[in-house]
């Protein structure tokens, strides 16, 4: 049989509103049995064995909180109990007791190698037995509790990174000429990493890749604002920086300590350029240039008026947009892979389909890193013009 889950035999801060607690006296003496049972029978609820067979199968059936076990009893030793109750209930609390006065200073070792809660020997005093089994229990309420809230962070780190991925664009935008592709890997935390197309005509597209400082679930809600911001001012992408400065402006109003660094870059085939405004995010690439950033991040510095840059494009050109996480990924000896190395691995991508090319920068990272989970969050959107 299945024992119940143990994290719901208490509840509360204090041992009245905890609710009593299970323990199960585990000693062939009833003169011990019931002087246990009258000193915490007031208060909590007591079972008594006299056998270690009978405490295991009791456990199978009742979890209990903790276990009060005699080193020397019939059949097994309550050494051979506390191995067995701790590989097969961990969350149950044991207290050995014992008495022979024979070593007692092996025995107190021996029962807390064996992860025992204590060693008290017998015949013990009534306020010494009450008080280490309420300092126990104590001890037993608040692991719960953080295991507990453990739980609902990771909860909550998981709907957060699966609102990050409904923020992101299902597809690239059918726009004359244009063509790319993105791969977005997260990290074990959930950091701030964002990007999305925003088809302008059949001849435009507007581009925008973010990252947000810091991370958890807190990240993934301002990466959600931004998208909102973008979304609610789309009039406006006729002046890219004048669209910054708005979302800079409103946005530190809430970011306070925080900030977003963000690109946002306009593809206009018809008049054959790229107007890009780069609030403080890593510089993108082309094949032959590096575009450097003309502002600081959203929401750092209220009125801060930004600059828009324009360049020609041209044909069979390739475009990187990446996040931090790509170059910040960290070597064997700790060196980033920096942006050199990020230059070399997509210069080595010109030849290979779009699709592929994306996914090889980012592995080129990851294979620098050793080939396991990134620190932070990676992006990396790789745009051809292909008229």
């Known amino acids: 049989m299945t024992a119940l889950p143990q994290d719901e035999l208490r509840s509360g801060e204090n041992g009245a509103e905890r609710g009593r607690a299970r323990i199960l006296v585990v000693d062939d003496e009833p003169g011990i049995q019931r002087s246990v049972e009258r000193i915490l029978g007031r208060q909590h609820r007591v079972t008594s064995v006299s056998c270690g067979a009978d ?12 276990a009060i076990v005699d080193v020397r009893m019939p059949g097994m030793t309550g050494f051979e109990v506390l191995k067995r109750i701790k590989a097969r209930y961990p969350d149950t609390e044991v207290i050995i007791m014992t008495g022979s006065a024979s070593n007692p200073e ?23 037995l009450e008080a280490l089994v309420e300092r126990c229990l104590e001890r037993q309420f608040l692991e719960r509790q953080n295991r507990a809230h453990l739980r609902t962070l990771r909860e909550d780190l998981e709907r ?3 609102f990050q991925q409904l923020l992101l664009p299902r597809a690239f935008p059918v726009v004359h000429g244009m063509r790319g592709d993105a791969r977005w890997e997260p990290s074990d935390r959930v950091g701030g990493d964002f990007y999305d197309y925003f088809p302008l005509s059949p001849h435009a597209m507007g581009l925008v890749i973010a990252d947000v400082a810091g991370h958890g679930v807190q990240a993934a809600i301002y990466t959600g604002m931004l998208k909102s911001e973008l979304r609610a001012v789309y009039d406006d992408w006729t002046t890219p920086a004048a669209l910054f400065r708005g979302i800079s402006d409103r946005m530190a109003l809430i970011l306070r300590c925080q900030y977003i660094t963000a690109i946002l870059a306009i593809f206009d ?11 403080g995010h890593p510089r993108f690439f082309t094949r032959d240039g590096i575009w450097e950033s003309t502002g600081t991040p959203l929401g750092l510095m209220a009125g801060w008026r930004y600059e828009s840059a324009t ?3 041209r044909p069979g050109e390739r475009f990187l947009f990446y996040t931090d996480g790509v170059t910040e990924a960290l070597g064997p000896d700790a060196e980033e892979f920096g942006e050199r190395r990020l230059r070399e691995a997509f ?3 010109h030849a290979l389909p779009l699709e592929q090319a994306v996914v090889r920068v980012v592995d080129a990272a990851k294979e620098y890193a050793g080939g396991g989970a990134f620190a932070d969050d990676v992006t990396a959107i790789v745009v051809e013009y292909a008229p």
């Open 55 to 66: 405490a295991l199968a009791l456990l199978e059936t009742q979890p209990h909180d903790l």
């Open 106 to 128: 092996e025995k107190l070792v021996e029962a807390l190698r064996e992860r025992a809660f204590y060693f008290i020997n017998k015949p013990f005093e009534k306020a010494v």
């Open 160 to 162: 957060a990174r699966a």
């Open 269 to 279: 085939v018809a008049a054959g350029n790229v107007t890009y405004v780069n609030a």
């Open 311 to 313: 360049f020609p494009l």
């Open 347 to 349: 210069a080595a991508t």
